[in-house]
């Protein structure tokens, strides 16, 4: 079992950024996994933001964020973080991370990752 704990959402106004944080504890990582970004605004689907491979070699966007947000890991830490900046109001959601232990060629499947968060909430004012 992973266990996956987001933190650093918050309230922020336009324009402005937030860095999201999601610690992971438990089974070791394959090199084969990833860590993903999703969000979910209300009375809206379940949507892809950002992923990384393992390694932090490899990361993927979703169009509507390529250029404000940024995804990192630390794998000392078992962190990954999600760098946002240049915040808009349809960027408001609550914010998950997950976690697959096996590849799979679509970063953006949710379907795919085996664990997920419990989500933080990022409210961005206009």
């Known amino acids: 079992q992973v266990q996956l704990v987001e933190s650093g959402g918050g309230l922020v106004q336009a324009g402005g950024s937030l860095r999201l944080s999601c610690a992971a504890s438990?089974?070791?990582?394959?090199?084969?996994?990833?860590m993903a970004w999703f969000r979910q605004a209300p009375g809206k689907e379940r949507e892809f933001v950002a992923a990384?491979?393992?390694?932090?070699?490899?990361?993927y966007y979703a169009e509507s964020v390529k250029g404000r947000f940024s995804i990192s890991r630390d794998n000392a830490k078992n962190t990954v973080y999600l760098q946002m900046n240049s915040l808009k109001p349809v960027d408001t959601a609550v914010y998950y991370c997950?976690?697959?232990?096996?590849?799979?060629?679509?970063?953006?499947?949710?379907?795919?990752?085996?664990?997920w968060g419990q989500g933080t909430q990022v409210t961005v004012s206009s």
């Open positions: 997950g976690a697959r232990m096996s590849y799979y060629d679509d970063y953006a499947h949710g379907p795919s990752y085996d664990y």
């Open positions: 990384i491979s393992w390694s932090g070699s490899n990361t």
């Open positions: 438990g089974r070791t990582f394959s090199r084969y996994g990833a």
